[in-house]
């Protein structure tokens, strides 16, 4: 088994390195065969592992509390060894693991064989790149997934976002995208600084950075280090998982082509946070400060976004606040208590969230490049494949019974109930506005009349077959993916996913009496279906926007990115001309050219001394001599 | 007589041969200061080797060779350094028909 296991991050890697080194000169089939395939094969070896995760480790009794088993450690070689400090390079394989390996591994493939297909006009050696590129993806986001430590997990939480900067910018020719690149790896990295500090703490406070011994020593800890610890690592899942307030970079990163988008900024990367949270569970629900905070800046997000996407006119753009909405619900259960509320929402979000961007790919391939809705229309009568895959999405994402998406959010929202009632409000709302925006944009593309070009009326057709049958697969996953988790009161014992998930993360403890639950979610259904409705009679035809002042506020991003620029990019920029002209040109170049200076004035004074005067010379040697004589007699003791 | 006078008329010597040597121009001139620098210092040795001689004779016979053996020494850089020194001042004025010493600040290019 051991040796099964470094395969599954080990196989996209070298796909990484042929489809990278061999992209001038293998031809665009087999990098797409290798690109795929790698994630196929790590995909069959993850099913494996899930299949006899029951024999890596043993099962939790029913209570759902966590007892901290050893879980199956695997240990492949000491990677950094100071004194008192060993940080080895090991996986852990458990059932949390096991359930991300699936999703990264599974969806990955999906998206890898969509890509062969919408990147299919790229020149040959970008094309490998494109593949080198995502196959990277693939292996830091495993290493991240199954990392035994802080360590191992932060190595892939960078590399992810290094594969993250290059796929935003891959069409590097256009300086907007490398500008949305640059961005999006720079808050990146200002999560991972609190990250980093979270980690550096952890190895003062507990000696150790491997999760089981920290989590041991979670008694050892003071209230002051716990909250701090887990505020940084928040830190850090903020600026991965795009909350407030490092969440700007993630609609730029749609500068990206479309499977990236499906890929990185909604099934994996920004799922990233969510993992380290989750698996750091004991952690944080030893901080009960810190977790309100989560659960407030969750609920703060999703409504921010959700209210943003309302009134989005590009595609992608609406998909993407979508995504940070979505992820904000993940916050506020993780913030709640509900871990397996929040990884249950990652899995189902994995599904509808790969489907809809896949989609939009294939609506923006048929109409040849555009992605403003408001050009579109009408295409369900031209693509029924993608529609009703689109339709399906929305259905999940909306959180229509029985779709997926129901028995997560439901999840989600009960945990935040039984938290805060206010904050399970503003989930309620951000439902609400959720199903609106979402179907807005499915009748705005896909009802009504065509409103592009006749040259793209032309040319508007379904997809081909490698990109459809992905759609269809995540169809059918957003479908049937919530019956893992059917809440008690509906199926008695269907809560399949948190049993499975007890070893790890504790299942929530039920607060709310049955009646309630079930008030709860007819409630969220009842207010869904009424939202859809009047998307409905709103959209079906389109009709301009009415310019409203709250119109123009969501429209424009709450005027965010205007902000962070007044406030912080435009200083920094100040203080680095600053420091370019006047501290390096004025200050260090006058001091390193006045020495050159100096010597160049000793030297021109020093000249004078060579005169030709056979006089001077000599009267210089008498001067000499006295004062020799001088030092020898008089001077010397 | 006294150590003393030898002393004084020594450092006058050798005063005005280092004076010659600074002001003189002409190069003949200057190598006879040298040469009275050089007599001065002979005559030192020679007036010391005497006082020492006079101090120890009673014991050893030889004493206060060693200042004589020098100047012996004296003479003979002093007779090598003139015997240069006047080829150089030949050629000298074979190339500038003169021996003002101030023309030779040809080293200053």
Same mark, same amino acid.
């Given at each position: 088994?051991?040796n099964?296991?470094?395969?599954i991050?080990l196989?996209?890697f070298?796909?990484?390195?042929?489809?990278?080194?061999?992209?001038?000169?293998?031809?665009?089939?087999l990098?797409?065969?290798i690109?795929?395939?790698?994630?196929?094969?790590?995909?069959?070896?993850?099913?494996?592992?899930?299949?006899?995760?029951?024999?890596?480790i043993?099962?939790?009794?029913?209570?759902?509390?966590?007892?901290?088993?050893?879980?199956?450690?695997?240990?492949?070689?000491?990677?950094?060894?100071?004194?008192?400090l060993?940080i080895?390079?090991?996986?852990?394989i458990?059932?949390l693991?096991s359930?991300?390996?699936?999703?990264?591994?599974?969806?990955?493939f999906?998206i890898?064989?969509y890509s062969?297909?919408?990147?299919?006009?790229?020149?040959?050696e970008?094309?490998?790149?494109?593949?080198?590129?995502?196959?990277l993806?693939v292996f830091?986001?495993?290493?991240l997934?199954?990392g035994?430590?802080?360590?191992?997990?932060?190595?892939?939480?960078?590399?992810?976002?290094?594969?993250?900067?290059?796929?935003?910018?891959?069409?590097?020719?256009?300086?907007d995208?490398?500008?949305?690149?640059?961005?999006a790896?720079?808050?990146?990295?200002?999560?991972?600084?609190?990250f980093l500090?979270?980690?550096?703490?952890?190895?003062t406070?507990?000696?150790?950075?491997?999760?089981d011994?920290?989590f041991?020593?979670?008694?050892?800890?003071?209230q002051?280090?716990?909250?701090?610890?887990t505020?940084l690592?928040?830190?850090?899942?903020?600026?991965?998982?795009?909350?407030i307030?490092?969440?700007t970079?993630?609609?730029?990163?749609?500068?990206?082509?479309?499977?990236?988008s499906?890929?990185?900024?909604?099934?994996?990367?920004?799922t990233?946070?969510?993992?380290?949270?989750?698996r750091?569970?004991?952690?944080?629900?030893?901080?009960?400060?810190?977790?309100?905070?989560?659960?407030?800046?969750?609920?703060?997000?999703?409504?921010?976004?959700a209210?943003?996407?309302?009134r989005q006119?590009?595609?992608?753009?609406?998909l993407?606040?979508?995504?940070?909405?979505?992820?904000?619900?993940?916050?506020l259960?993780?913030?709640?208590g509900a871990?397996?509320a929040a990884?249950?929402?990652?899995?189902?979000h994995?599904?509808?969230?790969?489907l809809l961007?896949l989609?939009?790919?294939?609506?923006?391939?048929?109409m040849?490049?555009?992605?403003?809705i408001?050009?579109?229309?009408g295409?369900r009568g031209?693509?029924?494949?993608?529609y009703i895959?689109?339709?399906?999405?929305?259905l999940?994402?909306a959180?229509?019974?029985?779709?997926s998406?129901?028995f997560?959010k439901d999840?989600?929202l009960?945990?935040a109930?039984?938290h805060?009632?206010?904050?399970?409000g503003?989930?309620?709302?951000?439902?609400?506005?959720?199903?609106?925006?979402m179907f807005?944009l499915?009748?705005?593309?896909f009802?009504?009349s065509?409103?592009?070009t006749?040259?793209?009326?032309?040319?508007?057709?379904?997809?081909?077959a490698?990109?459809?049958?992905?759609?269809?697969?995540?169809a059918?996953?957003?479908v049937?993916?919530?019956?893992?988790?059917?809440?008690?009161?509906?199926?008695?014992?269907?809560?399949k996913l948190?049993?499975f998930l007890?070893?790890?993360?504790p299942?929530?403890?039920?607060?709310?009496?049955?009646?309630t639950?079930l008030?709860?979610m007819?409630?969220t259904?009842?207010?869904?279906?009424?939202a859809?409705?009047a998307?409905?009679?709103r959209?079906?035809?389109?009709?301009?926007?009415?310019?409203?002042a709250?119109?123009?506020l969501f429209?424009?991003?709450?005027?965010?990115?205007?902000l962070?620029?007044?406030?912080i990019?435009?200083?920094?920029?100040?203080?680095?001309?600053?420091?370019?002209?006047?501290?390096e040109?004025k200050?260090?170049?006058?001091?390193v050219?006045?020495v050159g200076?100096l010597?160049?004035?000793?030297g021109?004074?020093?000249?004078w001394?060579?005169s030709?005067q056979?006089?001077?010379y000599?009267l210089?040697m008498?001067?000499s001599m006295v004062?020799?004589?001088?030092?020898?007699?008089?001077v010397?003791? | 007589?006294?150590?003393?006078?030898?002393?004084f008329?020594s450092?006058?010597?050798?005063?005005?041969?280092i004076?010659?040597v600074?002001?003189?121009r002409?190069?003949?001139?200057i190598?006879m200061?040298?040469?009275l #620098?050089?007599? $001065?210092v002979?005559?030192?040795?020679v007036?010391?080797?005497?006082?020492?001689? *006079?101090? +120890?004779?009673a014991?050893?016979?030889t004493?206060?060779s060693?200042?004589?053996?020098?100047?012996?020494?004296? #003479?003979?850089v $002093?007779?090598?350094?003139?015997?240069?020194?006047?080829a150089i001042?030949?050629m *000298?004025? +074979?190339n500038?028909h003169s021996?003002?010493?101030?023309?030779?600040?040809r080293?200053?290019h």
């Amino acid at each position: 088994m051991k040796n099964l296991i470094f395969l599954i991050p080990l196989l996209p890697f070298i796909g990484f390195l042929v489809n990278g080194l061999g992209r001038k000169s293998l031809s665009k089939g087999l990098v797409g065969v290798i690109g795929s395939g790698t994630v196929l094969a790590s995909f069959i070896i993850s099913l494996i592992v899930f299949l006899r995760i029951d024999h890596l480790i043993e099962p939790a009794a029913a209570t759902g509390n966590v007892r901290i088993l050893p879980p199956y450690i695997f240990h492949y070689f000491d990677f950094i060894n100071i004194s008192s400090l060993k940080i080895p390079f090991s996986f852990q394989i458990d059932q949390l693991t096991s359930l991300f390996l699936l999703i990264i591994t599974g969806v990955g493939f999906l998206i890898h064989v969509y890509s062969t297909a919408y990147m299919h006009e790229e020149k040959r050696e970008h094309f490998g790149r494109y593949f080198a590129y995502l196959n990277l993806f693939v292996f830091s986001m495993l290493l991240l997934v199954m990392g035994a430590n802080y360590v191992i997990l932060f190595i892939g939480w960078e590399g992810v976002g290094l594969c993250s900067y290059l796929l935003i910018g891959y069409w590097f020719k256009n300086i907007d995208y490398t500008k949305a690149a640059k961005k999006a790896f720079v808050m990146n990295r200002i999560g991972d600084l609190g990250f980093l500090l979270a980690i550096f703490w952890i190895i003062t406070k507990t000696g150790s950075v491997g999760y089981d011994e920290v989590f041991h020593a979670v008694g050892r800890l003071s209230q002051q280090d716990l909250i701090g610890i887990t505020l940084l690592l928040f830190v850090g899942a903020a600026g991965k998982s795009a909350q407030i307030p490092l969440y700007t970079w993630l609609p730029d990163a749609m500068a990206g082509p479309t499977p990236v988008s499906a890929l990185i900024h909604a099934a994996t990367m920004v799922t990233a946070g969510i993992y380290m949270i989750a698996r750091s569970n004991i952690l944080y629900s030893a901080a009960p400060l810190t977790l309100n905070i989560v659960a407030i800046v969750g609920a703060a997000t999703a409504l921010l976004a959700a209210t943003i996407a309302l009134r989005q006119n590009d595609i992608k753009k609406v998909l993407a606040y979508s995504t940070v909405s979505q992820l904000g619900y993940m916050f506020l259960a993780l913030g709640s208590g509900a871990y397996v509320a929040a990884v249950f929402h990652v899995m189902t979000h994995a599904f509808f969230k790969a489907l809809l961007f896949l989609g939009s790919g294939s609506v923006i391939h048929a109409m040849s490049g555009q992605q403003d809705i408001r050009f579109m229309g009408g295409l369900r009568g031209k693509m029924k494949i993608t529609y009703i895959t689109f339709f399906l999405g929305c259905l999940a994402i909306a959180g229509i019974p029985p779709f997926s998406g129901f028995f997560s959010k439901d999840a989600v929202l009960l945990g935040a109930f039984a938290h805060n009632k206010v904050l399970w409000g503003i989930g309620l709302i951000t439902a609400a506005l959720t199903a609106f925006y979402m179907f807005r944009l499915l009748f705005i593309t896909f009802f009504g009349s065509f409103r592009g070009t006749e040259e793209q009326r032309h040319h508007v057709h379904e997809s081909p077959a490698a990109m459809t049958v992905p759609l269809i697969v995540l169809a059918i996953l957003s479908v049937v993916g919530g019956f893992v988790g059917v809440p008690d009161v509906i199926a008695h014992g269907g809560e399949k996913l948190a049993e499975f998930l007890s070893p790890v993360v504790p299942a929530s403890e039920h607060l709310v009496s049955k009646g309630t639950e079930l008030t709860l979610m007819g409630l969220t259904t009842a207010v869904a279906v009424i939202a859809v409705l009047a998307a409905w009679m709103r959209y079906r035809n389109y009709r301009e926007e009415k310019q409203t002042a709250l119109g123009r506020l969501f429209e424009n991003k709450w005027y965010v990115d205007e902000l962070y620029d007044a406030v912080i990019v435009r200083p920094v920029n100040r203080l680095g001309s600053f420091a370019g002209n006047i501290l390096e040109r004025k200050g260090i170049d006058a001091l390193v050219n006045g020495v050159g200076r100096l010597v160049n004035y000793g030297g021109r004074q020093l000249r004078w001394l060579q005169s030709g005067q056979v006089g001077s010379y000599v009267l210089l040697m008498v001067i000499s001599m006295v004062i020799l004589f001088l030092l020898q007699f008089f001077v010397r003791k | 007589m006294p150590i003393n006078y030898y002393i004084f008329l020594s450092i006058a010597l050798f005063v005005i041969g280092i004076i010659g040597v600074l002001t003189r121009r002409n190069a003949i001139i200057i190598f006879m200061c040298i040469e009275l #620098m050089l007599n $001065a210092v002979n005559l030192l040795l020679v007036a010391f080797s005497k006082m020492h001689h *006079l101090a +120890r004779a009673a014991q050893d016979a030889t004493a206060g060779s060693d200042g004589q053996l020098f100047v012996f020494f004296i #003479m003979v850089v $002093a007779a090598a350094e003139v015997s240069v020194g006047l080829a150089i001042i030949v050629m *000298l004025y +074979r190339n500038t028909h003169s021996v003002d010493v101030n023309f030779l600040n040809r080293l200053k290019h």
